[in-house]
């Protein structure tokens, strides 16, 4: 069993997650659009916090940066759920994750933005593996992704007393 900031994440709720992974991974690229064109969906003002979209006239799921960052935003949240139990935080590259506090930071993400993003990630993945979904792997890959929120947020707040 795992704790970070007063939650657990079990066995069980690995377990939940690797597996699922597993299946999704091979999809990455299209599960990751479907995240973000998702994301996009509920909180449509969040293209703005994407210079690249700000600044083109295709439709989202034609741009061809957006598919690109969605996979690499994806993978990435996906790969930290996964070595949750196993380094006990949120593994990302130490230097990634000073660069992904500053990144939030600087374009002003705010907790709205993590909750949309959050909705948003259950959405591909239940579709993906729907005869593994249940209330468990929903809130397993809840608790993940809060860790790595978590992990974002502390970056963004070291920022903001640099700043």
Known sequence: MTTYEGKVFTEEQEALVVKSWNVMKKNAAELGLKFFLKIFEIAPSAQKLFSFLRESNVPLEQNPKLKPHAMAVFVMTCESAVQLRKSGKATV??????????VHFNYGVVDEHFEV???????????????????????????????????????????????
Do not use: H
């Open 93 to 102: 590259r130490e230097s990634s994750l000073k660069k992904l506090g500053a």
């Open 117 to 163: 993003t959050k909705f948003a990630l259950w959405r591909p993945n239940k579709e993906a593996v729907p005869e593994m979904w249940s209330a468990e792997t929903k809130n397993a890959w809840g608790e993940a992704y809060d860790c790595l929120v978590a992990a974002i947020k502390a970056e963004m707040k070291a920022c903001s007393q640099a700043s």
